[in-house]
């Protein structure tokens, strides 16, 4: 969440008259602890006091309050100050998409969730399956827009059709450059098959590329500040590599490049790779830390992102994973590398498969066709900038 001294109003602060028609509509609300308006006040509350007839509240991966582990099962429980009940709709990796039960007997829904700006961050695949199921019920949903975090850049590869899954939901690109409400609004124009009756309640004088330097509320357990959803954009990717280690959970998740302790790197190494993270506008430096996720003290990178918005996050992970390759330093790339990055075209290139010019003319010429497609969507100036995959 941005702070209070921010030039712009979130949706939320931006409710009107243009929703007086459904206030007496029961209603719920998709929610967790970035849903908050820039002094501290809650979605719920808000609603609330403006008479809307909520009826519960919905909760999506990591909870009510984020604090629930990455795919763990989130459970029904009351929200302690309005006594609403709170429902999930997640129910662990095996059971990710919403229950058609979550929705009974409700005419509007209510979402106002702040997204970390990459598509595999599942609150969009969320969002993504209430529309569907509220076309078929025939339900209003009203986004709150937010700003998108990670700034206008849109980079990386869309998602293959037989690699979409509740981390891959659509063919948009890695790293969108899209708020959550343009991002409601091309799921519902461009991919559903019926469009549902979407509301977008926008922001104010809101530039794309504005910075956001904090969050007053944490996203989830490993984005607990800003840093660490910057992070995020690269290092999520490289923890899906073995024996890559970034430092989920611990105190400093996604501002850590480590191997496990049994995997050493040379201090040489670790300078080599922090020299190819300078080169893309990070700074680094060498960094030694013991926990007990490591058998032993270990060193590595501990990395700050100064300026997202001059920031590739495709471009300097394929430049970390070309250094592994190049100095024949083995590397295991899990299943879940695939689901999380969209496309093997990643991995068959670093495999010899294809070539770096074929990769490049894929993901940019898929880049430059999505841009065209969802520019109607796009409600802020300036549009998202295409970040090209590089030489």
Known sequence: MPLATTPYKLGIENIGHQLDHLKHKPSALVTNQSGI???????????????????????????ITGLVPAEKNVTQSFEPKTKLPVMSTYQGENNPVPSEKILENIEVLFFDIQDCGMRHYTYISTLYHLLILCEKKGITVVVFDRPNPIGPTMEG??????????????PIPLRHGMTIGEIACYFNEKQLKKPA?????????????????????????????????????????????????????????????????????????????????TENNLLCHLYTFDNKLLVSKDAGLYIIIPTINNFSAYNTLIKILEYFKKHNI??????????????????????????????????????????????????????????????
Not at 37 to 63: C, M, S, W, Y
Not at 164 to 169: C, D, G, K, P, W
Not at 333 to 352: A, Q, V
Request: proline content about 5%; overall charge negative.
């Open 330 to 391: 083995e590397l295991h790339f899990t299943p879940w590398f695939n689901l999380h990055i969209g496309t093997s075209t990643t991995l068959d290139y670093l495999e010899g498969k294809i070539s770096k010019e074929e990769l490049k003319r894929t993901i940019n010429e898929e880049l430059e066709g999505f841009h065209k497609k969802a520019s109607p969507c796009f409600h802020y100036e300036p549009h998202p900038r295409i970040m090209y995959v590089e030489d």
């Open 157 to 170: 590869p869309l998602v293959e059709e037989k690699l979409q899954s509740f981390l891959a939901v659509a």
């Open 197 to 277: 009756n979407l509301v977008i309640v926008s922001m104010k004088e809101y530039k794309r590329d504005t910075v956001i330097s904090h969050f007053d509320a944490q996203l989830s357990p490993n984005i607990q500040d800003i840093q660490s959803c910057y992070g995020y954009t690269f290092l999520e990717l490289l923890a899906k590599v073995d024996p890559l280690f970034t430092g989920r959970n611990t105190e400093h998740p996604f501002k850590i490049l480590m191997c496990y302790s049994n995997h050493s790197l040379s201090i040489k190494t670790w300078h080599e790779i922090a020299a190819i993270l």
């Open 37 to 63: 308006d820039q002094q501290g006040n809650r979605t719920v509350d808000i609603l609330l006091k403006k008479d809307f007839n909520l009826k519960r509240l919905l909760a999506p991966e990591h909870g």
